[in-house]
């Protein structure tokens, strides 16, 4: 019996995409988020990259673990008085370069797109 080279590549892709196991994500296309541009200000772009990137160590709502303020003590607390003092592009700037020992970059992790959505959702922990 002779099988459809096309049927056979389907095929071969769906098993593919089947053996990628449950709860792993999978990798977008850079400056992508589930195959969607990353638009600044775009609040659930934001929310979806702090929480899988940013939530570990800075907590929910950008205050940081009790566990993770213990360990990294000069970890800042994201309100009010944090983003007073800093702008968009100056949390960019740290995502970017990272800073000192205490937070690695994420240049070539996430696209600048990416990072100036993570900028405008964090931002809303400040209001």
């Excluded at 792993?24 to 638009?39: F, K, M």
């Amino acid at each position: 019996m002779r099988r459809a080279p096309g049927l056979v590549l389907s095929l071969a892709l769906v098993a593919g995409m089947a053996w990628t196991s449950p709860g792993r994500a999978v990798a977008a296309p850079h400056g992508t988020v589930a195959g969607r541009p990353a638009a600044p200000g775009d609040d659930s772009t934001g929310k979806m990259l702090f929480v899988e990137h940013c939530q570990k160590c800075h907590g929910t709502r950008g205050i940081p673990v009790k566990v993770i303020k213990q360990k990294f003590t000069r970890i800042p607390t994201m309100d009010a008085a944090f983003f007073a003092a800093r702008s968009d592009d100056s949390v960019v700037t740290i995502l970017t370069n990272g800073k000192s020992d205490v937070m690695v970059s994420w240049k070539g992790k996430l696209s600048p797109g990416e990072m100036k959505a993570v900028a405008a959702y964090i931002r809303t922990f400040g209001k």
